[in-house]
C-alpha cells in the first residue's frame, strides 16, 4: 500500500487519525500489508513542502516516523527537540533542503497514477508488476476502513495473496 500525502491536508489527517490505526493494526502489524508513504505537497512552496522535507530531515538521524506522526497529530509542529534529533543538523538540514527534488519526484509519480489531490492510495502485490490480469487498485482519496478492507481482502484472497 502506498499513500500519497501532504501533511497540511484536512483529508489526509482524518485518514491519519481514523483509519490508518485500523489498517495498521489489521494489516501492517500483522505482517499482511506493507506500507510506503510518499510525499505529495500540493504547493511547490510553503508549509506542505517544508513539513515534507522536516520528515525527510528527520529520517536523516532515524526519526522520520516519529516526526510523521507529529506533523499530523502536533498541529504540524516542527517540533525537532520532542522527537530527540540534533537541532543543529536539523536545521542545516531544512536550510540545504536536499530532499527538495525526491519529494517532487514522488508528487509525479502520484500524478502518473492520475491523483490530483491529497491523499490517494495504490494497493498492489509486491511480489510482481500490476498486469491487466492482476491489477493495481488506486483509492483517490479518505475513504472509510471499510473500503480499503475490501479492496486489500480481494488481493490478500486471490491466489498467491497472504491468508486472513
Known amino acids: 500500500m502506498i499513500e500519497y500525502s ?16 485500523k489498517i ?5 502489524d500483522t505482517g499482511k500489508v506493507r506500507f510506503l508513504y510518499k510525499d505529495y505537497p500540493r504547493a511547490d512552496q510553503g508549509p506542505g513542502l517544508t513539513a515534507a522535507l522536516a520528515a525527510r530531515c528527520a529520517g536523516d538521524q532515524g526519526t522520520y516516523w516519529p ?16 522527537i530527540g534529533l540534533d537541532q543543529s543538523q536539523f ?3 531544512l536550510r540545504d533542503a536536499p530532499h527538495v527534488q525526491s519529494i ?48 486489500i481482502e480481494k488481493l490478500l484472497s486471490a491466489p498467491g495473496g497472504k491468508p486472513k
Request: hydrophobic share 35%; glycine share 6%.
Open 6 to 21: 501532504d501533511f497540511t491536508c484536512g483529508y489526509c489527517l482524518k485518514f491519519f487519525k481514523d483509519t490508518w490505526p
Open 24 to 28: 495498521q493494526a489489521r494489516y501492517v
Open 67 to 82: 516526526m510523521h506522526d507529529r506533523l499530523f497529530s502536533a498541529d504540524g509542529r516542527l517540533d525537532a527537540k520532542a
Open 91 to 93: 536545521r542545516q538540514c
Open 104 to 151: 517532487f519526484r514522488d508528487r509525479d509519480e502520484a500524478n502518473s497514477w492520475g491523483f490530483r489531490g491529497t491523499p490517494g492510495f495504490v494497493l498492489m502485490r509486491t511480489t510482481q508488476q500490476p498486469t491487466t490480469k492482476d491489477p493495481a487498485i488506486a483509492i483517490p482519496g479518505a475513504f472509510p476502513f471499510e473500503a480499503f478492507e475490501e479492496e
